[in-house]
């Protein structure tokens, strides 16, 4: 069964701490992106990649960054993290450009 | 600008029924349409595809309707269960570009036992 495994489901996180939220894809999928979805706003670009050590920003990336080392691992950064950053994170693949995405079960991440 | 939105915020209907959950995009030059369904705690899941060159496309016992005309999209599930309650995105892009998905705001389906 392919999977997208996000390391956390829930995360609290203190302001101004530095935060990863990992992801790591099983299915050999050259394209990963980080999504975040909030009541009213729905799902929301972060970042994205399209190869290791590529990444390119979504509709939001202020205040976020990504690292891409390896093809499998896609990791979200929050280099400070702020109250309005407290989100559901959804990290998700794709094996070709522009075709449906495999989900991972999201991490809900509380900044206090 | 583009948008991909849904009629309806919420559905309620009663199990066995049939359930429509409606879908209007504005890029005419979308090529590929996709729904995904989230339940409570998970991320979306992949349901069913369809590409403009097709009005129909079913899977089981969900149905996929594109009218490029109207620039309308819409998901039937047939014999609605209580497992069907979730929120249901639709999505759309250009399949060969780059060019982000555009997602929907959502629909909550609630199945009355």
């Known amino acids: 069964d392919v999977k997208v495994t996000q390391s956390s489901r829930y995360l609290v996180k203190r302001t101004g701490e530095k935060v990863f939220l990992e992801c790591v894809q099983d299915m050999d999928h050259e394209n990963m992106f980080w999504y975040r979805q909030d009541p009213g706003l729905g799902l929301r670009l972060i970042y994205f990649?399209?190869?290791?050590?590529?990444?390119e920003k979504g509709d939001i990336p202020e205040g976020y960054s990504v690292s891409r080392e390896k093809k499998e691992r896609f990791s979200l950064i929050l280099e400070s993290a702020s109250t309005n950053q407290t989100s559901m994170y959804l990290c998700?693949?794709?094996?070709?450009?522009?075709?449906?995405?495999?989900f991972g079960s999201g991490t809900r991440l509380t900044v206090v | 600008g583009e948008s991909v939105g849904l009629h309806l915020p919420t559905l309620s209907v009663q199990e066995g029924d049939n359930s429509i959950i409606n879908c209007a995009y504005s890029?005419?030059?979308?090529?590929?349409f996709i729904w995904y369904k989230q339940e409570s705690g998970k991320g979306p899941q992949f349901i069913i595809d369809?590409?403009?060159?097709?009005d129909k496309r079913q899977g089981q016992r969900v149905t996929v309707l594109l009218n490029k005309t109207v620039k309308h999209l819409s998901l039937q599930i047939a014999a609605t269960q209580p497992g069907d309650s979730a929120v249901y995105f639709c999505a759309e892009n250009k399949e060969t570009s780059y060019d982000k998905v555009i997602f929907g705001p959502g629909t909550s389906l609630s199945v009355i036992p």
């Open positions: 990649s399209y190869d290791v050590k590529m990444k």
């Open positions: 369809i590409r403009s060159n097709m």
């Open positions: 890029n005419s030059a979308s090529d590929y």
């Open positions: 998700a693949s794709s094996s070709l450009v522009g075709r449906g995405y495999t």
